[in-house]
């Protein structure tokens, strides 16, 4: 294969720029949307390893038997429970959490938001250990009443209004908010701090996006004295987490204990799920490009037969025609690789920004070298594979009935 070949096969291509377009076109789409896909997929996998790593050592008490993380709000404890639990070996913290789904005023804008009531010391030391860390102010103090911790999403605005666009506000310690109980009443609260992001809302984690107020406010409001939603647990060592939590069905014969590794588990699978059959439509889309090139080269053939003919006539051996086809045909699918491959990521990050407005915390897309050897690699096979034929039937031409003139 020498320059001369080379310099041919551009020039064909560039004589016919709208087909050529086209034809890579579909390349482009196909290794677009599996980049894009990938490394999405990629970045959800990293972000569920690091939440991993980071709470294998919580166990969650569920009202129930059979219940989820997906069911929290629905059903409740009894507060009592929390006691009986602390004095199991190796547990080192618990967060009881009342949960109510509600309505949240600021300035006159009204946000759905997830209202956590808690017990301001245990949480405080519970989050210590988990985190986020407090972006803002301080934690509510023991006692208080009507204080309330802010989520990041909340405090700083990431929601997204009704008509579109995110609110953008900011809400700072010593201001306040309203929050509505059941009955529409509204119940106003002094802002004591809010957390940093967490970026585990895409979990069930909720944290971004609740507002925190006193346990026992709540449970007033609601009418709900001694009742709580779940009961997160942090062991002090992960060997034991398997331990404690049969210490609790023990002792709870009637709720349910997952480890909080579980419940991000249930989702990496889902999420697995949901990636290859993306990947699989992906990989149709794909092979619609491919045919799209062999048609091209196919239809090339046919336009250009008096041409091949004359370059077979001239002494050009079967060998020139053949590494001719098969150049332009590789050079559609790199080309259409290269573009493809740099509109996927950029794709991947137009997406993610898309559904953060309305599910904050998403993990940022991820690419590695992994997904640029994918990448190449299946777009050097498909222009192979989608030229080998075309160009076959191109050297295979005979000059004489090639040099006639074809109405």
Known sequence: MDRETLKIALRNLHRRKVRTFFTMLGIIIAIASITALVAIAEGFQLSIARTLQSTSNVVIVLPGMGASIWTIGTSTLNQSVVEEITKLNHVEAVNPTLVKFTVMEYRGWEVPVTVMGIVPRESQKFYALTGPPLQRGQFMPQGSRFKALLGYSIANGRIQKENGGTLNWQILPGQTIKIYDSNGRPWEFKVSGSFQESGQSFIGGFIDTSVFVPLGTLQRIYNEPGKISFVEVWVDDVAFVNQVK???????????????????????????????????????????????????????????TREIGT??????????????????????????????????????????????????????????????????????????????????????????EAIRDIE
């Open 246 to 304: 049969n210490e609790i069905e023990r002792l709870l014969p009637t709720a349910t204990v997952i480890t909080e590794r579980q419940g991000i588990e249930v989702v990496f699978q889902i999420e697995t799920m949901l990636n290859n059959l993306l990947l699989g439509i992906g990989s149709i889309a794909l092979f619609v490009g491919a045919l799209g090139v062999v048609n091209t080269l196919l239809t090339s053939v046919m336009e250009r």
């Open 311 to 400: 370059y077979r006539a001239l002494g050009a051996k079967k060998r020139f025609i053949l590494e001719m086809i098969l150049l332009e045909g590789m050079m559609l699918t790199v080309i259409g690789g290269i573009i493809g491959f740099a509109s996927g990521i950029v794709m991947a990050d137009v997406v993610v920004e898309i559904l953060r407005a309305k599910t904050p915390g998403l993990p940022s897309p991820v690419v590695d070298l992994r997904v640029v050897a994918i990448a190449f690699g299946v777009t050097l096979i498909i222009g192979l594979l989608a030229s080998v034929y075309p160009a076959r039937k191109a050297a295979g031409l005979r000059p004489a």
